[in-house]
């Protein structure tokens, strides 16, 4: 079965620097998804960032890019210039390309702080 | 367009009543996906329709849960009698077949009170 997980419970950058979240995962598959998700504190969740698992150029969104090490099974995401909108949690997430399953595994998130 | 509505955005109610949660996906989306989340277990799935029909409700902790989509814009979860230890925030997600069937929106939740 795949895991996803999330090292860090909590982390805090300083307003306009850059901070980088851990995500590895366990999977015996070699294609699938990756997603970032944010969690603010109206708890609605959004899609922050999708990495393909097949295509090599890591994906960018405008300050979010991630670092996604395939042969490691590691999922880093990257925010450059913090602003303070961007404290929450956020949940990174695994989906399996197969037809026949349509599951998001979770990790347990990592709650990011900004400071001004 | 708008995203995934749920309703009702907070429910408060006294153990053994029945509550009844809704969304309604995002318009032309396939899966609709009900997730319960809580401090302890984090998200979790419970039931995921394609096409309105159940595919993996295995997720669903007991026989007091039910989900229904009787059509494409509609679905329901409901908890009866409900129990102290069902309140979380529950979230419906909705995802398309085309172009990314993999990428799920989420809606705001509804957060579950049961005293």
């Known amino acids: 079965a795949q895991t996803v997980t999330q090292s860090q419970p909590e982390m805090s950058v300083q307003e306009a620097e850059t901070v980088t979240l851990s995500c590895t995962y366990d999977?015996?598959?070699?294609?699938?998804?990756l997603f970032w998700y944010k969690q603010p504190p109206s708890r609605q969740m959004i899609l922050v960032i999708r990495?393909?698992?097949?295509?090599?150029q890591n994906a960018t969104e405008n300050r979010f890019s991630v670092n996604f090490q395939k042969a490691a099974k590691s999922f880093s995401l990257k925010i450059s210039d913090s602003q303070l909108g961007d404290a929450a949690m956020y949940f990174c997430?695994?989906?399996?390309?197969?037809?026949?399953?349509?599951?998001?595994?979770f990790g347990t998130g990592t709650r990011l702080q900004v400071f001004p | 367009d708008a995203g995934v509505i749920q309703s009702p955005r907070h429910e408060v109610t006294e153990m053994g009543q029945e509550v009844t949660l809704r969304c309604k996906p995002i318009?032309?989306?396939?899966?609709l996906f009900w997730y319960r989340q809580t401090m302890m277990r984090g998200l979790e799935l419970l039931i995921y329709?394609?096409?309105?029909?159940?595919?993996?409700d295995s997720g669903m902790p007991e026989d007091r849960f039910s989900a229904k989509m009787p059509n494409a814009s509609f679905s329901t979860l409901k908890i009866q009698p409900s129990e102290p230890r069902d309140s979380a925030v529950y979230f419906c997600?909705?995802?398309?077949?085309?172009?990314?069937?993999?990428?799920?929106?989420f809606g705001p939740g509804t957060r579950l009170t049961v005293l």
């Open positions: 318009s032309g989306h396939d899966y």
């Open positions: 329709f394609n096409n309105n029909v159940p595919i993996d």
């Open positions: 990495q393909e698992a097949y295509k090599q």
């Open positions: 999977t015996s598959e070699s294609d699938y998804y």
């Open positions: 997600a909705s995802s398309p077949l085309a172009p990314e069937p993999d990428t799920q929106y």
């Open positions: 997430a695994y989906r399996s390309a197969r037809w026949d399953t349509d599951k998001l595994i």
